[in-house]
């Protein structure tokens, strides 16, 4: 769970105070911090945040609402000023897809940054002392656990709490397995279910009663996998709330006699003749919590899984890869590079199955990603090891 980073002190009423920092985000305490309240307005608020100073909220929380709202349209606006100026530019210098995914981060990055300046006050219990707060103890709880000790946390932060216990509550509904699948804050949510489907249509290799599913995650493809007749499917992660997570949904499903899950830095012990993994598809440095499950740093999770695999295979066994290919269409890591480690690692490709993304990105043009977008494909590959 999610636990303080430090400590930020601010100066109210004539004395300095202090408290826990929470940032789910990995940033430290915000250094300049300035207590702000219903007198405060959009344009002030705003040049306060660009310069880094933080707000700490005391007025309605209501209006701290509309306040990040009005913060948000600023940003972007800022955002699309800067688009349009580079997109006048690029009749001279056409920008790379590398160049727009990197710009496109650091834009992301930015606007995060800016918008978590506006700042709640936690008491102990996850309880806010603001007018008009709501109820958020159940949610908090889910995310951080216990809170003995007064808090702060970017407001931005606590709605994104907020919408993961609602995720949470009502579930991710799985077509192949007829049932919702309830994903926990920080863990990643299934809703592009190409790949899920993947996994429920790709041939079983004969005779396979034993499974191993590399980075659980909510568990989702442990579930396929038991409910397409594995008997026994040994799930793994290192993450406290991908374990905990994958193991109530797997409850949940009636499947627990299945599926064990078990803490492991990607493979558990012995041999399978079917070992399944998901790694996150972009090589890159994780900004936060959630972000592991999409940036993979040094590619270390894809590597590490090709270059385990064949020493944790039944002989004539499948190793199941399930990979998008944005990064290569981004310029982030080559096909070639990809085929190069299959191979240095003892294996061979038996058959690829690939399928088109039906998500909302991939068919919208104002997307900054958009011709990257347009051309992905979600593959699962086929892999045993070389005789």
């Not at 307005?41 to 709202?69: C, E, H, K, M, S």
């Not at 951080?144 to 509550?169: F, N, T």
């Not at 594995?230 to 499947?255: H, K, Y």
């Amino acid at each position: 769970m999610g636990g303080p980073v430090g400590e930020i002190a601010w100066f109210e009423g004539g004395a300095e105070r202090r408290a826990q920092w929470r940032s789910e985000s990995g940033w430290p305490a915000p250094k300049k911090v300035v207590v702000a309240d219903d007198t405060m307005n959009a344009d002030t608020a705003y040049r306060l945040a660009l310069d880094g100073t933080a707000l700490l909220w005391r007025g309605d929380f209501q209006n701290a609402r509309q306040l990040l709202g009005a913060l948000m349209r600023r940003v972007e606006h800022k955002s699309e000023r800067a688009r349009r100026a580079k997109a006048g530019k690029a009749a001279l210098a056409q920008p790379s897809p590398t160049e727009l995914f990197h710009r496109h981060r650091l834009q992301q990055l930015q606007r995060a940054r800016t918008l978590a300046m506006l700042l709640i006050p936690f008491e102990p219990g996850h309880t806010i002392p603001l007018r008009r707060a709501p109820d958020v103890r159940e949610a908090c709880t889910e995310a951080y656990g216990q809170a003995d000790a007064p808090y702060v946390a970017s407001l931005r932060e606590l709605l994104g709490v907020i919408g993961a216990h609602e995720w949470r509550r009502k579930g991710v509904r799985i077509a192949a397995l007829d049932a919702a699948i309830h994903p926990w804050y920080g863990v990643f949510s299934p809703v592009r279910g190409e790949y899920v489907e993947l996994v429920a249509q790709a041939p079983l290799p004969a005779g396979a009663r034993l499974a191993f599913d590399i980075g659980a995650g909510t568990g989702v493809l442990s579930a396929v996998l038991a409910r397409r007749g594995i008997a026994r499917v040994v799930a793994t992660d290192m993450d406290a709330r991908a374990l905990g997570c994958a193991r109530e949904n797997i409850a949940r499903l009636g499947l627990a006699s299945q599926v064990e899950v078990v803490e492991a830095d990607l493979f558990p012990e012995g041999r399978a003749p079917l070992v399944v993994c998901n790694p996150p598809w972009l090589p890159g440095k994780p900004s936060s919590s959630i972000e592991y499950a999409i940036y993979d740093p040094d590619s270390r999770m894809l590597k590490g899984f090709l270059g385990g695999l064949a020493a944790h295979l039944d002989t004539g066994g499948e190793g199941w890869l399930i990979l998008s290919d944005l990064a290569e269409h981004l310029g982030l890591r080559p096909r070639e590079q990809l085929l190069g480690w299959i191979a240095a690692a003892g294996l061979e490709v038996v058959v690829r199955h690939d399928v088109r993304p039906s998500h909302g990105k991939a068919s919208d043009p104002d997307d900054p990603l958009h011709a990257a977008r347009a051309r992905e494909v979600t593959s699962l590959w086929r892999l045993r090891a070389r005789s």
